[in-house]
């Protein structure tokens, strides 16, 4: 993992964990699966994110989404080419 990536990882779980008071959150720097790829020549790594958060009770799993990427919007302008997302309520998530 780059300077870069482990940047762009840290501040992924730390907006997450902030803004959506999560209880879990994994986040995996998956930019190596893509040598060679458009985005990763142009430096913006690729991540997979696992969210665990009460604000997403009753909430479709699209409205999930839009609230993450909006959380991380600043980030999909440049470090984050691509995200892969899994969204959980704490009623839904088993340890």
Known sequence: ????SQATKT?????????????????????WKHAGHAGAVAGGGHFTLVVVSPKFEGLNPLDRRRLVF????????????????????PSEWTP
């Not at 730390?14 to 959150?25: E, F, G, M, Q, S």
């Not at 991380?72 to 969204?87: D, F, K, N, P, Y």
């Open 1 to 4: 993992m780059t300077a870069q």
């Open 70 to 89: 909006s959380i991380l919007q600043s980030e999909m302008q440049g470090e984050i080419h691509a995200l892969t997302v899994r969204t959980l309520s």
């Open 11 to 31: 501040a992924i779980e730390r907006k997450i964990k902030t803004d959506l008071d999560a209880i879990h959150v994994e986040v995996e720097d998956d930019s």
